[in-house]
């Protein structure tokens, strides 16, 4: 297992810059992932590492060797692929093996090492069926095991849970997890999907066209997001943005939000003091929204506009002065058109520069 | 009514047969019906007074006639040397054509060139260039024009004048017509492998040389088994070629029209056609079982 670095790698295609001054580090053991939209350049960088598109610009090290150079075959990486690729003709011992072979190890040492892998993924007597036999999250995890069986440096994983229903996706989900925590593999793992990247990694890599906007542990990341895109990419529902203004009135600041005042309490008042007066994006989480008339701060009444109850709770999303909100909320008795009061939990909002969308607290930092 | 439940089939499937109708009523009259006849004719053998039926009088007179036997011997050289051939010409000009380069367009255009050239125009060019004594050919490696200086031969070449190099003129001229359509084969099978796997095979730790033996080939392998049996069918039943250039030395093909016109005997000519029909289908059935056991045996590293 290694550590990985990328180190100012810049990406270009013809004159269109993919990957913009791209610099990260996966520590050995550790488990990364890339997330962000589709076309933001992350499977660049993955493929990048593999081997299977050459870097522009910057180096990529491996275990603090330069391996710009080093073609895909003498890197030690092991890739799975979206489509998972496996080999239509060979049956699934022979795909696991495929690298044992060509490593040419003793074949007592294949069989054993085949055996130990298919047990590991609960593929059990599988291994003599083709890949067209088997059903998608089996494809998914002979693909798994196919990369592991090296134990490869790194694994560059591609959107792996992509192609899998719902159902499946969940549990191959903590199976990875078990892996990784059983394994110890260095692991990066690039997807569009924000529940997984946060749900599997140590740290999350938010990338937006081309460039890393912000890297750190999921919950630092979500709970202090850089800007707005960050903000508004985690989290489902997302969080609500909102244009508001910041204004001093005596010795307290207060955020408006259309005709609403919410009063700031005392201890961000240091914070946020020199931006008032000041044009700003008011961001508040749906779960830090709530019903009733208890809590901190002043109710605000709003009209309840449509409910999606999901079970244990629902998503409500409300008209504020025709602001739209969503809020999670676990209250089952809320209907459509009915008049609420809202509360907002102040101390969990955030707050963007209106132009740049960048965080105003993380920018002072 | 034992007929309702037929009609009723016939009813339900009215477009389905009217559109295979013409179709169905070629393939009766072009062939079903000439096979029929030809295997007729092939067994009636036409004594001084008596026509027998079915005999095996042709095949036997044909077992004993040394032109036929040397033309079958010729026929199985040509189209065993000529369908290994067929595939790596193919397979090189696909695998030139599938990396996208700059004016892609325009070889690919070129390579398919062959094909809008009738066979007997392409025929009688080879006549031109490979004549005796005259030819271009002969005139180049005698050194007479200025852009080849070299000598290579002191007297003219009778390329018509051997069987190897009449019937190796024939083949070259085949192989450069029927390029296209095997290139076409494989480029299409090259196409339809997944760059996936390919990349997958290079991360696992597999060379160029592995991916293409143990990838590219065996995915492949529908498309080679397509070429190989589609060009062995041509090379087995091909005419034009040794008819124009290899007049001397007939294939079977050939030799059919020799006993045709010249033997004055439809019976045999029938006779060869059904040892043609009978070599290609055992022939195909072979390069099929060969197929499949080395597709097998490739996969195993």
């Given at each position: 297992m290694a550590e990985v670095r990328f180190s100012h790698v810049i990406k270009k295609y013809g004159k269109n810059e993919v990957v913009k001054d791209f610099s990260l580090t996966i520590f050995n053991e550790e488990f990364v992932t890339l997330v962000g939209p589709s076309g933001c350049g992350k499977s660049t960088i993955l493929r990048m590492l593999a081997g299977l598109e050459e870097i522009t610009e910057g180096d990529i090290y491996i275990d603090g060797i330069k391996t710009n150079d080093i073609p895909p075959q003498k890197r030690d990486v092991a890739m799975v692929f979206q489509s998972y690729a496996l080999f239509p003709h060979m049956t699934v011992a022979e795909n696991i093996a495929f690298g044992l072979k060509l490593r040419r190890k003793p074949q007592r040492e294949i069989v054993s090492r085949i055996e130990e892998s298919l047990a590991l993924f609960s593929l059990r007597g599988l291994g003599e069926r083709r890949p067209r036999d088997l059903s998608g999250g089996q494809r998914q995890r002979v693909a798994l095991a196919r990369a592991l069986v090296l134990s490869p440096k790194v694994l560059l994983l591609d959107e792996p849970l992509s192609n899998l229903d719902a159902k499946l996706r969940l549990r191959m989900r903590s199976e990875l997890k078990r892996i990784h925590r059983e394994l110890r593999s260095t692991i990066f793992y690039v997807t569009h999907d924000q529940v997984e990247a946060m749900s599997l990694s140590d740290r999350v890599a938010v990338m937006n066209e081309g460039r890393l906007e912000q890297l750190g542990a999921p919950l630092e990341i979500y709970n202090s997001p850089k800007n707005t895109f960050v903000a508004s990419f985690l989290g489902s529902p997302p969080i609500n943005l909102l244009q508001a203004r910041i204004q001093k009135e005596g010795e307290t600041l207060y955020v408006n939000i259309g005709p609403c005042k919410l009063a700031l309490s005392r201890q961000f008042r240091e914070s946020y003091l020199h931006c008032a007066g000041r044009d700003i994006i008011f961001g508040i989480r749906p779960e830090h929204i709530s019903i009733g008339e208890s809590g901190k701060g002043k109710p605000i009444l709003a009209t309840v506009d449509v409910v999606e109850p999901l079970g244990d709770r629902s998503i409500i999303t409300v008209a504020l002065h025709k602001i739209e909100l969503a809020l999670i909320t676990d209250a089952q008795t809320i209907s459509p058109l009915r008049t609420i009061p809202i509360i907002f939990d102040m101390e969990k909002a955030q707050f963007f520069d209106r132009e740049s969308g960048e965080n105003i607290i993380c920018k002072n930092r | 009514m034992p007929f309702l439940p037929f009609i009723r089939t016939v009813r339900k499937n009215i477009y389905g047969i009217i559109i295979l109708l013409p179709a169905f009523l070629y393939l009766a009259g072009f062939s079903l019906i000439i096979l029929f006849t030809v295997t007729q004719m092939a067994f009636t053998y036409a004594g001084t007074e008596k026509i027998f039926f079915p005999a095996l009088q042709n095949f036997v007179k044909l077992a004993q006639s040394p032109e036929f036997r040397s033309a079958l011997l010729r026929t199985i050289l040509f189209t065993v040397a000529g369908t290994p051939l067929e595939l790596l010409i193919g397979m090189a000009a696909a695998f030139l054509v599938v990396k996208k380069f700059k004016g892609r367009g325009v070889i690919r255009s070129i390579f398919i060139l062959p094909l809008a050239i009738p066979a007997i125009v392409t025929a009688i060019i080879l006549y031109i260039l490979?004549?005796?004594?005259?030819?271009?050919?002969?005139?180049?490696?005698?050194?007479?024009?200025?852009?080849?200086?070299?000598?290579?031969?002191?007297?003219?070449?009778?390329?018509?004048?051997?069987?190897?190099?009449?019937?190796?003129?024939?083949?070259?001229?085949?192989?450069?017509?029927?390029?296209?359509?095997?290139?076409?084969?494989?480029?299409?099978?090259?196409?339809?492998?997944?760059?996936?796997?390919?990349?997958?095979?290079?991360?696992?730790?597999?060379?160029?040389?592995?991916?293409?033996?143990?990838?590219?080939?065996?995915?492949?392998?529908?498309?080679?088994?397509?070429?190989?049996?589609?060009?062995?069918?041509?090379?087995?039943?091909?005419?034009?070629?040794?008819?124009?250039?290899?007049?001397?030395?007939p294939l079977l093909s050939t030799l059919i029209e020799r006993a045709y016109h010249e033997w004055r005997s439809p019976n045999e000519a029938s006779a060869i056609a059904v040892v043609l029909l009978v070599l290609i289908i055992t022939c195909t059935m072979c390069i099929y079982y060969m197929l499949a056991y080395l597709k097998k045996r490739l996969v195993r590293i």
């Open positions: - | 490979f004549d005796f004594p005259g030819g271009h050919i002969n005139e180049i490696i005698m050194g007479r024009h200025a852009f080849f200086p070299c000598q290579f031969v002191e007297y003219p070449v009778d390329w018509r004048g051997s069987a190897f190099s009449a019937l190796a003129v024939s083949l070259a001229g085949k192989l450069w017509r029927d390029m296209p359509i095997s290139m076409l084969i494989i480029l299409a099978g090259l196409q339809s492998i997944e760059k996936d796997q390919t990349e997958a095979a290079a991360t696992l730790g597999a060379s160029s040389f592995h991916i293409f033996f143990k990838i590219t080939i065996p995915l492949l392998s529908p498309a080679i088994a397509t070429v190989l049996v589609l060009r062995s069918i041509e090379l087995w039943k091909e005419f034009i070629f040794p008819y124009i250039l290899a007049g001397s030395y």
